[in-house]
């Protein structure tokens, strides 16, 4: 998750200098709201891993996969806006994927949890 926070403040800071390594062109405003996103993930991501329990993280694995989502509308949207085969948009899509199946993941086993401790 450090990753994230080090890539969304990257970006965020100097978006021309992280637009390379991206799998689509960037503008800088765009380039900065994706970064906002990063750094928001990766915070969540920490709360996730400080809080250790699994009935508090429902919120932050909904946020994961609603932006799962959100991107692979996307990337399905606008096919021609991805450089495919680079080693960027495969990463991008593993990570992609990743995201999606943690975040469902994840929300099943805090719900699952929550249930247990008779609160849902």
């Given at each position: 998750m450090d990753d994230w926070i080090a890539l969304g403040l990257g970006l965020f800071l100097?978006?021309?200098?992280?637009?390379?390594?991206?799998?689509?062109?960037?503008?800088?405003?765009?380039?900065?709201?994706?970064?906002?996103?990063?750094?928001?993930?990766?915070?969540?991501?920490?709360?996730?891993?400080?809080?250790?329990?699994?009935?508090?993280?429902?919120?932050?694995?909904?946020?994961?996969?609603?932006?799962?989502?959100?991107?692979?509308?996307?990337?399905?949207?606008?096919?021609?806006?991805?450089a495919w085969g680079t080693p960027s948009s495969i990463v991008f899509l593993v990570l992609l994927a990743g995201l999606l199946i943690g975040g469902v993941f994840g929300y099943r086993l805090a719900h699952s949890a929550e249930v247990a401790h008779g609160q849902g």
């Open positions: 100097a978006p021309a200098t992280f637009d390379p390594i991206w799998p689509w062109a960037l503008t800088p405003l765009t380039g900065r709201a994706i970064a906002a996103w990063l750094a928001g993930l990766g915070a969540a991501g920490f709360s996730l891993l400080w809080e250790d329990d699994l009935t508090r993280i429902q919120a932050a694995t909904l946020a994961m996969t609603a932006f799962a989502v959100l991107e692979a509308i996307a990337v399905i949207r606008y096919p021609s806006e991805l």
